[in-house]
């Protein structure tokens, strides 16, 4: 398990929520809008959108609304005391966005996005999707709302995130595979940018994560609030305080922004990212952007990004779909800038044990990229002691990574009942 360095720390003041990003659309150095000039006016169409409906008590109410009858929300905050007892150290909670309807945290954003898309009038909605849980997610919100639906999706994360694809299809959705580049997520937000610039006029595009130009970190980061908004409130209920720490896997990271957003001007918390180091960092088959990555320009924004030696985006690798992209939210890449977040990162095999783990000990198969934050409680429990309470946010759920484990298990000559 490796770590990035960490810069000194900021007044938290400096942190205010409604100053990130500015009116730039600018994270300190990071995000801005890197974007041919076709897409110019439809960005401006949405942040105005966005600023107008999140300002309008009906669209809040009809969110909540939905969040709470469509979603069912609130999400539990779980004491995993088996987990607990194993490390012998902090009081691990898990917060149980796989308890979602679709299994994950996505399902948030999607439904905030189709409200904006039906406010401004377009019946078409484009989405891409590594994992396919943002995939499902929007597919579900279009049927809940009568839009047409097509996600791009790397035929590579096609294979391995089968039993996705079929419940995007069956929620009629049209997916299309993209077979140029990785054929992974990176490819297939590119390709979806592209039908973008075709169809702008008609068409609204579903970005999935904190990433791309702005406003979407901004309104993702939005739709995403309610993770640690809750988590604030049920910490009070359980304990009568704030938590020790937040630890959440992070590819692009919107389940890490949105359960770190509410805390992050609380000084006394630890905020800590948990990217994909692959087969090892000290290899070239890794995500892990913010520990090894550089700063450069990908899908409109300004980040920390994977590149080589002559700036060309390097190809990243992850047994978890949902993490195997070599660049990350701009805010993610200030917040690490500033030293208000810790980002570190874990490989696939020790993902793997943990999936197994979780399963065995709290009865909670957790998705692929949510094992990579279950990874590092093997680091991070010792450093804390028996009165101190780690937060971690349980993104999506692991049906749809069987395969990808049982197969991962088979080639090293394992079996499920001996790994257990």
């Known amino acids: 398990m490796t770590q990035t360095p960490l810069a000194p720390r900021v007044n938290a003041a400096a ?142 994360d096609m294979e391995r995130q089968a039993p996705n694809v079929q419940r995007m299809r069956m929620l009629g959705a049209e997916v299309r595979g993209v077979e140029s580049g990785t054929r992974t997520l990176k490819d297939a937000l590119s390709e979806a940018i592209r039908d973008w610039v075709t169809n702008v006029e008609t068409t609204h595009y579903v970005i999935g994560t904190v990433a791309g130009p702005h406003p979407y970190p901004k309104l993702v980061r939005a739709f995403h609030d309610v993770i640690g908004q809750e ?61 090894r990555g550089r700063v450069g320009v990908l899908h409109g924004a300004m980040s920390y990004l994977l590149q080589d030696e002559e700036g060309q985006v390097q190809e990243a690798h992850s047994i978890s779909a949902g993490l195997d992209y070599p660049g990350v939210g701009p805010e993610h890449s200030y917040l690490k800038e500033i030293g208000r977040a810790e980002y570190y990162a874990v490989t696939d095999d020790e993902a793997v044990e943990a999936l197994l783990m979780a399963s065995r000990l709290e009865g909670i198969i957790p998705a692929l990229e949510t094992a990579h934050a279950f990874a590092y409680l093997e680091t991070l429990a010792p450093q804390l002691g028996p009165e101190q309470r780690v937060v971690l946010n349980c993104s999506g759920r692991g049906d749809k990574d069987l395969n990808t484990v049982f197969n991962y298990l088979r080639q090293r000559g394992r079996s499920l009942t001996e790994s257990l």
């Open 15 to 156: 942190l205010d929520p409604h100053l990130r990003p500015d009116t730039q659309g600018r994270f300190g150095q990071f995000g801005g809008q890197f974007v041919p000039e076709t897409l110019m006016s439809a960005l401006t169409e949405l942040e105005q959108a966005f600023e107008q409906h999140w300002g309008d008590p009906s669209f809040r109410a009809e969110f909540q609304s939905l969040l709470r009858d469509f979603v069912g929300r609130p999400s539990p905050l779980y004491f995993a005391r088996r987990l607990t007892e194993h490390y012998g150290g902090p009081q691990i909670y898990l917060k149980r966005e796989d308890l979602n309807h679709t299994g994950a945290h996505k399902i948030n954003n999607a439904l905030g996005q189709a409200l904006l898309t039906v406010r401004m009038g377009k019946k078409r909605v484009i989405a891409e999707t590594g994992a396919g849980q943002h995939g499902v997610a929007t597919a579900t919100v279009c049927a809940r709302f009568g839009l047409e639906c097509v996600v791009y999706m790397g035929v590579l």
């Open 231 to 291: 988590t604030r409130q049920q910490c009070q209920e359980k304990w009568g305080g704030l938590p020790d720490v937040l630890l959440a896997c992070v590819g692009g990271g919107s389940n890490a922004l949105g359960l770190f957003n509410e805390f992050v001007r609380e000084p006394t918390v630890r905020l800590i990212g948990i990217e994909a180091a692959g087969e090892g960092i000290q290899t070239s088959r890794h995500a892990a952007t913010l520990t």
